[in-house]
């Protein structure tokens, strides 16, 4: 079993619609990040999140340590919306981060 | 600062040669990671420099592999007899100790034919 599992595994949408993006972890954290990826793009950090929720923008991240378990929202999505999601948690005294696999998100217009 | 910068973005290479990679992270960072993520999967972590001292190597990190950051400022990483299970995209990260928010470079895609 995955240290990180994420889920859905792929998701596709319509222009508009709310999205939840999962994430559930089984190791002792320091703090979880949401991270988006484009084709060939490199990793940029949408949310860094210790505890409770964060909002930026069309984007809101909530996480339950307690639960080892957080979310992604994105409301009123949009087709640039369109990327792979990945949750990745941050571990050890080197701060390292283990991944999960990542979702793939497709908005259609 | 531009952010982490990696070069090259793409590199080609023929099996059995040997590549290497840079990694220049933001100027203040202390902190670098490698990573490696092969096509459908997250990625995985190859090895952590504090400044210039390489302290942490994961067991992916065969002895084809070794990597360095002699100044505590960039780092290259240079895999020797490339094999097609190298292929992947190799991303570098930074940070500062104390604060747990890392930055990543755009990555460099590896292809070994």
């Known amino acids: 079993k995955n240290e990180v599992e994420q889920s859905p595994q792929n998701l596709t949408a319509q222009e508009g619609e709310f999205i939840t993006i999962n994430c559930s972890y089984s190791v002792g954290i320091s703090a979880l990040h949401w991270l988006q990826q484009h084709p060939g793009g490199g990793i940029v950090s949408l949310f860094m999140?210790?505890?409770g929720k964060k909002k930026h923008g069309r984007l809101i991240a909530t996480i339950n340590i307690q639960e080892k378990h957080s979310s992604l929202h994105i409301t009123a999505s949009h087709p640039r919306d369109s990327a792979v999601y990945i949750c990745?948690?941050?571990?050890?005294?080197?701060?390292?981060?283990?991944f999960g696999k990542g979702i793939t998100l497709s908005v259609r217009p | 600062d531009t952010g982490v910068s990696q070069n090259p973005r793409h590199k080609i290479t023929k099996r059995g040669q040997n590549v290497t990679f840079r990694c220049d992270p933001i100027?203040?960072?202390?902190?670098l990671y490698w990573y490696r993520q092969t096509l459908g999967q997250g990625p995985e972590f190859l090895t952590y420099f504090q400044n210039e001292a390489q302290l942490e190597k994961s067991r992916l990190l065969s002895d084809r592999f070794s990597a360095e950051r002699p100044k505590g400022s960039f780092s290259t990483l240079e895999i020797q007899r490339t094999e097609q299970g190298d292929s992947a995209m190799y991303l570098c990260?930074?940070?500062?100790?104390?604060?747990?928010?890392?930055?990543f470079g755009q990555g460099t895609r590896l292809t070994v034919v």
């Open positions: 100027s203040e960072h202390n902190r």
């Open positions: 990260a930074s940070s500062r100790t104390g604060n747990t928010e890392a930055f």
């Open positions: 990745a948690v941050v571990t050890g005294a080197n701060s390292k981060l283990t």
């Open positions: 999140l210790s505890s």
